[in-house]
């Protein structure tokens, strides 16, 4: 349960800040190797474009930060 939480903290904060800072890795890369279409329609006043690159990076930076805190956690715990 603490992983999930790990992990919606993580994809939040980075949704946000690639929202801001549009040049974050590896948004750009996935979009491309995926070969979809690039648009200018606005959501939310916001590139569609833009918002699904955004949900790239917070779900590739989630998994990573979520991993983490599991390998981690498996690490502090002693083993029965």
Known sequence: MKGTLVFLAVFLALVVATIAYADLPPRKQIYSALN???TDYPVLG????TLI???FNGVVYGIVAWLVYTFLEKVRKPAK
Do not use: D, F
């Open 46 to 49: 916001i590139q569609a474009t």
């Open 53 to 55: 690159e955004t949900v």
């Open 36 to 38: 979809l279409p690039r």
